[in-house]
């Protein structure tokens, strides 16, 4: 019943889409996030998008419970970043790009408005490893990928090793 779902790798084109608003608030909503959040703990990811299980919906999940205490698994829908703060830089990587691991600059700190899985609105200030997480997985949202915001010299060289497709 609550089985896995497959990880989409960079050069699938459901990547590079602009994902859909989720209307729906449904059981198989909630099953999707289920899903979603067995798969990232399956594949030790902090964060998980829906375009990188095959799904071009505006929905993510994230548990930084590895790394932070007290944390656990929760579903954006339709997340929107209303404010950002200031600036920090730390290493990231991503389900679907495997073996690249690179710093990126992103605010500190964003004000997300998103619905839960009832629908409900919700408006919520982040910092720390939930706001950089929550901000990889919106980008997913809009087609946009963590090796789209290092610099092109280290992009190259990972082209150069095979980590990524020459058209990524
Ligand atoms: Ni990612």
Redesign the pocket.
Known sequence: MNSTMKIRYIGDPILRKKAEPITEFDQKLKHTVEQMVTTMHLED?I???AP?VGLSKRLLVVDISPIVKNEKPQACINPEILDSEGECVEE??????PDVMEMVVRPESVTVAYQNVEGEKKVEKLSGWKARVVQ??I??LNGI??IDRISPLKRQMHINKGRIPATY
Do not use: M, R, V
């Not at 990231?92 to 790009?97: N, Q, R, V």
């Open positions: 990811g964060g998980l998008a990188q990231e990587g991503c389900l679907s790009i990889h997985e980008d997913h990928l963590f």
